[in-house]
C-alpha cells in the first residue's frame, strides 16, 4: 500500500498508473484528513492502520491488522498497532468490541449496531439496531443511565 509522502503531497499519485494502487491513495488521503480532524498526527503508520480498517465496512481482530501490515513490508512493532487501535477508539474513528475476552476486535463501522459471532469460524457479523427489540430491561442503579447496549448472539453449526 502507497501512502503518500509528507513532503510532496502529489508525487505519489502522480506515479502511480496502477488503479487498485490509486483507489489505495484515495483511501489513504481520506483517512489522513478523518486522523487530523479527529486532532490525531497523521503519521505514515497511523494512515496505514488507518486505510487498512477504513477502507470498507469490516471487523477485524488487532493480531489481522499486524498480520496483513507485516505481510505488505510495513515494520511495525505489535505495541504501536496496539496503540494506535485504542487512539482510533478512544477518538471514535473505530469502536473496540468485546466478543469473547480473546482477543480485541475493532468495527469499522461506529454506527449503533449489535452483532452475530460465528463461534466456529469467528466472523461477526453487523445486526441493524432496527432488527432488535428489547421487552424489558433491568432500572439502571440510582444516579446512573443506560449510556449504551451491547449485544453478541453467539452462533454455532446446526447438528
Ligand atoms: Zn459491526
Redesign the pocket.
Known amino acids: 500500500m502507497r501512502i503518500r509522502g509528507d513532503r510532496w503531497p502529489g508525487a505519489a499519485i502522480m506515479l502511480n498508473m496502477d488503479p487498485n494502487a490509486r483507489k489505495l491513495d484515495a483511501v489513504a488521503i481520506r483517512c489522513e484528513a478523518r486522523l487530523s480532524e479527529c486532532g490525531i498526527r497523521p503519521t505514515g503508520q497511523r494512515v496505514r492502520i488507518a486505510s487498512l480498517l477504513l477502507c470498507a465496512?469490516q471487523?477485524l481482530s488487532a493480531e489481522q491488522i499486524l498480520a496483513t501490515l507485516r505481510s505488505s513490508g510495513a515494520r511495525v512493532s505489535k505495541a504501536t498497532v496496539y496503540n494506535t487501535l485504542n487512539l482510533f477508539a478512544a477518538r471514535g474513528i473505530i469502536?473496540q468490541?468485546s466478543v469473547d475476552g480473546s482477543r480485541a476486535w475493532f468495527?469499522s463501522?461506529v454506527d449503533a449496531?449489535y452483532?452475530f459471532h460465528d463461534t466456529s469460524s469467528g466472523a461477526?457479523i453487523?445486526v441493524p439496531v432496527p432488527e432488535v427489540e428489547f421487552s424489558r430491561l433491568p432500572s439502571p442503579p440510582p444516579g446512573t443511565e443506560v449510556a449504551g447496549i451491547d449485544l453478541i448472539i453467539r452462533l454455532r453449526r446446526k447438528g
Do not use: I, K, S
Request: proline share 10%; hydrophobic share 20%.
Open positions: 465496512p471487523h469502536r468490541l468495527d463501522n449496531h452483532h461477526l453487523d
